[in-house]
C-alpha cells in the first residue's frame, strides 16, 4: 500500500480550511485517511500550521511520500529537516543529543523570523490606520472650511432680511 502526506479540504467555500494527513494513495482527496497529523489554514496572515511533527516524521521514515504542498508545509515546520539528522543518527554521522540541538536551533531561529514577520505587519497595519486618520482628517477640515462662507452668507441673508422688516 502506498501512503501519501497530503492535505485534506475542510471549510465552506472561499474559506478553505486543511486537515494534513497520511492517507492511502488510491482513497478520495477528502476521503478516508490513516491519521490526522495537523491542519494548515492560509486564512490567516501569516498561515496558521498546527502538526505532529513526530507522527510526521516517523510516516516519512515508513516510507509515506509528501505531495509538493505539503512537502512545503513540513519543511515550512522543520519535519523536513528532523527526518534528515535522523537520518544522520542512523547512520551514526551524529549522536542524537547532537541532532537534537541542531533542531531546537533552527526552531529558535524559524520562531525569531515568523515573529518578525508578525511584528512588521502589525507595524505596517497601524502605519495604514494612522494614515487613513491623517487623510480623513484633513478632508474633514477642508469640508468645515468651505461650508463656513456658505454659512457667514445665510446669516448675513438672514440678518439683513430682518432689518428690512
Known amino acids: 500500500m502506498s501512503v501519501k502526506i ?16 497520511a492517507a492511502d494513495a488510491r482513497s478520495k482527496r477528502d ?4 491519521e490526522k497529523l495537523g491542519a494548515y489554514n492560509p486564512n490567516t496572515n501569516p498561515a496558521t500550521i498546527d502538526l505532529n511533527v513526530d507522527g510526521a516524521v516517523q510516516w516519512l521514515q515508513n516510507g509515506a511520500q509528501p505531495t509538493d504542498t505539503a512537502r512545503a508545509i513540513l519543511s515550512y515546520k522543520g519535519v523536513m529537516l528532523k527526518n534528515h539528522l535522523a ?3 542512523r547512520k551514526g554521522a551524529l549522536t542524537e543529543e547532537q541532532a537534537e540541538a541542531k533542531f531546537t536551533a533552527w526552531l529558535d531561529e524559524k520562531s525569531n523570523k515568523v515573529g518578525a514577520k ?3 505587519l502589525a507595524k505596517a497595519e497601524a502605519d495604514a ?14 469640508r468645515i472650511a468651505a461650508a463656513a462662507p456658505v454659512v457667514e452668507e445665510a446669516t448675513e441673508d438672514v440678518v439683513a432680511s430682518n432689518e428690512e422688516e
Not at 7 to 12: A, E, M, V
Not at 14 to 20: A, R
Not at 31 to 34: F, Q, V
Not at 129 to 142: C, G, I, L, M, T
Request: charged share 30%.
Open 87 to 89: 537520518g544522520g543518527v
Open 31 to 34: 476521503g478516508k485517511y490513516l
Open 6 to 21: 497530503r492535505l485534506q479540504r475542510h471549510g465552506k467555500k472561499g474559506k478553505p480550511y486543511y486537515w494534513i494527513v
Open 129 to 142: 490606520k494612522a494614515k487613513a486618520f491623517e487623510a480623513e482628517k484633513a478632508v474633514n477640515e477642508a
Open 118 to 120: 508578525v511584528d512588521g
